[in-house]
């Protein structure tokens, strides 16, 4: 039998509606992960350590908030933050979070919402990696529904006094300033809270089976002293870090089909290998439903981002869109995940294969940024007009 013409990752030819030098940032990403990503990811993941002699060489490459325009930063557009998103996470998804926390939920709301001097003091660093950030919206009494939120902050001369706490950070124990959102009399504001800053803690979550190269922790604050000059100036509702959230559920909305695409490629050759009753499982036709399954979700999921990352390069793009990119995305990945696990049979719940890293992965990965359920509601009162939250 001859060999297809196509690409089994590609099916539909995405790739030649890349510009040349999107195509170029994608192959200069790609080759980063084959590299030096992929090789160290099943030990980093085993060891349940964040890789941090990557923050450098990310940096380097200008992956660290690539869509800001000066600040040392790229400048790139939508759709190739959303490539260096896939090909990162087709490494895997704890090294993509790294750079979607620093890029879409720290320098993001730093840019769009901060100061000169807060952007003159944090972006050059950031895009540098020489200063991490983290992203605090989440709280112990439930993640989905933050304008329930109990942090709160007041006035005190010249400085706000902060207390309270969040819960599942990324990049919590590593980050030299947290993003902190808390509610005031004024609304909900945003805090540039310093590494160091007494009644400030953050501890790591520990015994996770799912993001173990990522660090995830809590944050507390014992009437933390924020001087005025560290409150982002530029927003005073919930929409400033929902704003966030919509950045960096569409750079995940690309990531996932890089863990996918993994997935995928390793059931392909493990069926082609894998010899049973007399012939390779890939030709049998149940494996072959399984993996042409796989094909039309990555396809569909491809189309999809670069619909969206199309729409927000023209300044077209509304959340809804990227609540339904999210959600069809994320699902995806995680059902090709575990269906590419099963195609391994035992050999598939090995760290020698990638399938069962990436679905453990994917767990998190189609929780946070907005559950399944959440951004099918929001898909939902779209459709409606009526709110279902409640
Ligand atoms: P609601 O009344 O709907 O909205 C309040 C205001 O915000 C606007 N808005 C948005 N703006 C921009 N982007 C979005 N995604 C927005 N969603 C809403 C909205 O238009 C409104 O504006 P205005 O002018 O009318 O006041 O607010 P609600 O309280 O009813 O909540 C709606 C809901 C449930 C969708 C929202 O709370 C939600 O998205 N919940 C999920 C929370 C979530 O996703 N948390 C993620 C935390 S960060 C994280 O997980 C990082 S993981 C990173 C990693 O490691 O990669
Ligand atoms: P809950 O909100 O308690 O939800 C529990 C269940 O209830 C879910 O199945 C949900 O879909 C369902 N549910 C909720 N509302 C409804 C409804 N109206 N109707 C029906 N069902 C509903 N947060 C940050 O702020 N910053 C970070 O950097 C960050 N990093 C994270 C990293 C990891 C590894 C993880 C796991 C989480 C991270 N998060 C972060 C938190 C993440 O955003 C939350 O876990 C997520 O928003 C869900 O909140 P929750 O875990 O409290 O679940």
């Known amino acids: 039998m001859g060999t297809t013409a196509l690409d089994p990752l590609d099916l539909f030819d995405v790739s030649s509606e890349l510009s040349e030098e999107e195509a170029m940032v994608r192959d200069t990403v790609a080759r980063f992960v084959d590299d030096r990503v992929i090789p160290v990811m099943r030990e980093a993941f085993e060891k349940h350590e964040f890789p941090d002699h990557l923050v450098g060489e990310v940096a ?109 950070i990324t990049n919590a124990t590593i980050a030299d300033a947290a993003i902190v959102w808390a509610k005031t009399d004024e609304g909900v504001k945003g805090f540039i809270v310093e590494k160091g800053m007494p009644g400030y803690e953050a501890q790591e979550i520990e015994n996770k089976f799912s993001l173990r190269a990522s660090v995830t922790g809590a944050l507390f604050f014992d009437n933390v002293r924020v001087p005025k000059e560290n409150v982002l100036p530029g927003t005073s509702t919930l929409k400033g870090p929902l704003s966030c959230l919509t950045q960096a559920r569409y750079g995940i909305a690309w990531g996932v089909i890089g863990a996918a695409q993994a997935c995928l490629d390793e059931a392909l050759n493990y069926a082609q290998d894998r010899v049973l009753f007399g012939r390779p499982i890939s030709h049998t036709q149940t494996v072959q439903v399984r993996l042409a399954d796989m094909a039309r979700r990555i396809t569909t999921a491809q189309w999809l981002a670069l619909r969206l990352g199309r729409l927000k390069d023209e300044g077209r793009l509304v ?40 679905m453990l992965n994917l767990e998190s990965v189609i929780t946070y940024e907005g559950t399944e359920t959440i951004h099918q509601l929001v898909v939902g009162k779209e459709l409606t007009g009526v709110n279902a939250f409640g």
């Open 60 to 168: 380097g490459l200008g992956l660290l908030g690539s869509s800001i325009e000066g600040y040392d930063c790229a400048g790139m557009n939508a759709v190739s933050y959303g490539l260096i998103c896939q090909e990162l996470e087709r490494g895997d998804s704890g090294l993509r979070s790294f750079v979607s926390v620093q890029s879409s939920l720290v320098m993001f709301p730093i840019h769009a919402y901060g100061s000169d001097e807060q952007k003159a003091r944090w972006l050059p660093a950031m895009a540098r990696g020489e200063a991490i950030g983290c992203f605090g919206l989440t709280e112990p009494q439930g993640g989905s529904d933050p304008a329930n939120m109990k942090t709160h902050a007041k006035r005190d001369g010249d400085d706000w006094v902060l207390n309270g706490s969040k819960m599942w």
């Open 319 to 358: 959340p809804t869109q990227v609540s339904l990119a999210k959600w069809n995305n994320c699902r995806a990945a995680l059902d090709i995940a575990r269906d590419a696990r099963d195609i391994l049979g035992g050999s598939g719940i090995s760290a020698e294969y990638v399938p069962v890293r990436h």
